[in-house]
């Protein structure tokens, strides 16, 4: 079969990519076609072309594969959130493995590394605890939309179309999200539209609603709102806070972040309280977390009590060791292990990280944890102290070569790594190789439905 760039041709799908897309090897050449499951037979037009690999966008479905079932939500074959619901949770699970086994051998080299079956989430459903929508002021319609002429694309309060960045599909029905969260984006909606001001144009940037952000707090089942705006309109928005905390008495906080940067980011330059307090309030275990409108916090609660599980355990304490936690964040991790290490120093760059990390600390009343704000580089170098054990949560992009070089001068006992990437994850666990082992590796879901998955890595000095 040639494949060539614009042409379509007829596929099966034989696996899964990391990136969940569906993977075809027509004559041993891969191509790539999202919304795919293994197992379908598929029409697909060519839409990249490369040496050693292509790209196809999905046409229809021939045969659909006996795995495929109905998703939950009418916006998955659409939307970016949660793609894989046509895929039954187990095999999810598996998957995922297969994705971290496939980066550690292929990435890394590592190819006689346990990789433990996936830990499920708890709930498949309702597990996000913050969602974060965007406001257009031109929304994109459903199939079944464009064939109504009565339909207009007026405004959209929702999630983008994948690989775009002003098209959003107005989310009526978020099933990823706890239930109550979509009636207040509901009645946000509704007052929007009634507001007689403009929602945010992505192309033009010009407007006045750019964000509705949604945060929940199972543990006392508190919701919080962040409305983001372009710029201040204290009537508008204490009127719309008005009637939110009037009618859903679980609203515990109400915020206005105000912000005119053309970044599609909802972090805003100033924030006004509008109702209630300013956070609220999570629990992890015994310990309870204030989470501000732009603080960071796991979105998967009780999978996250999961993870940290694994990390306590791995790091194997007793109460006389000293841990470090490189990239320690809001202090999460630090705090998690406080009752069983003798001393937590946590290294963040973000200065408000740290400020909530201390903050938290103190709330929990747990003097054996300290945060120092600053450059991974700069800071380590400083400490003059080698911990037993070193846990390592980077970001996507995971750990700077040089922070790499300075962990295996610390040569700590015990090195425990938590990984959002399973490629990332490859990649340093190899560089740290020549001195360590890697004993196992446990991936925790946490975000069901998506192709994403947290790792933790048990790392042994040689």
């Not at 992890?284 to 999961?306: M, Y």
């Not at 003059?384 to 992009?397: A, E, K, L, S």
């Not at 790499?404 to 990437?421: D, G, K, M, W």
């Amino acid at each position: 079969m040639t494949i060539k760039k614009r042409g379509t041709c007829e596929l099966e799908i034989i696996d899964l990519a990391y990136g969940g897309k569906g993977l075809a090897k027509p004559e041993g050449f891969p191509v790539f076609v999202d919304r795919c499951v293994p197992g379908d037979k598929v029409l697909v037009k060519i839409v990249k072309k490369k040496k050693s690999w292509a790209e196809g966008k999905l046409i229809r479905i021939i045969t659909p594969s006996s795995l495929r079932q109905e998703g939950r939500c009418q916006y998955c074959n659409f939307c970016g959130g949660c793609k894989w619901q046509q895929i039954p949770y187990q095999t999810q699970l598996d998957y995922k493995k297969q994705h971290v086994v496939q980066s550690l051998v292929h990435i890394g080299g590592l190819d006689h590394v346990p990789v433990l079956d996936a830990i499920a989430s708890e709930k498949v459903f309702g597990y996000r605890n913050k969602m974060e929508f965007s406001c257009s002021a031109r929304r994109w319609l459903m199939p079944e939309e464009l064939a109504d002429e009565t339909i207009t694309k007026d405004l959209g309060i929702g999630l983008h179309v994948p690989g775009t960045f002003d098209q959003v599909i107005d989310i009526g029905q978020c099933e990823i999200m706890p239930d109550p969260g979509n009636k207040i984006l509901d009645h946000i909606r509704t007052f929007v539209k009634k507001s007689g001001l403009p929602a945010y144009h992505l192309r033009h940037h010009t407007g006045f609603w750019r964000f509705v952000m949604l945060r929940h707090s199972v543990a006392y089942d508190q919701w919080m709102v962040n409305i983001v705006t372009t710029d201040k309109n204290p009537a508008v928005v204490t009127a719309l806070a008005r009637e939110l905390a009037r009618a859903f008495g679980d609203i515990a906080s109400i915020v206005n972040n105000i912000t005119d940067a053309r970044s599609g980011v909802s972090l805003g330059k100033e924030e006004i309280l509008l109702h209630g307090q300013d956070v609220i309030t999570e629990r992890l275990g015994r310990f309870a977390f204030d989470i501000s409108a732009n603080s960071f916090f796991q979105t998967n609660t009780r999978a996250c009590e999961k993870l940290y599980d694994i990390v306590a355990r791995y790091c194997n304490l007793t109460g006389e060791q000293t841990v470090l936690d490189l990239y320690s964040g809001t202090g999460t991790i630090p705090i998690w292990l406080s009752d069983k290490a003798a001393q937590v120093t946590g290294i963040e760059i973000i200065d408000s990280a740290v400020a909530d990390a201390r903050k938290n600390a103190r709330r929990n009343h747990i003097e054996n944890c300290r945060f120092l704000q600053g450059d991974i580089r700069q800071v380590l170098p400083e400490l003059n102290q080698t911990p037993d054990v070193v846990v390592i949560d980077p970001p996507r992009v995971g750990m700077h070569k040089d922070v790499v070089a300075q962990v295996l001068t610390l040569r700590p006992e015990t090195i425990v790594y938590v990984s959002c990437n399973p490629a990332t994850l490859a990649r340093d666990l190899a560089l740290l190789c020549p001195v360590y082992e890697v004993q196992k590796v446990q991936p925790v879901d946490m975000f069901p439905h998506t192709y994403h998955i947290e790792s933790v890595a048990l790392l042994a000095s040689r």
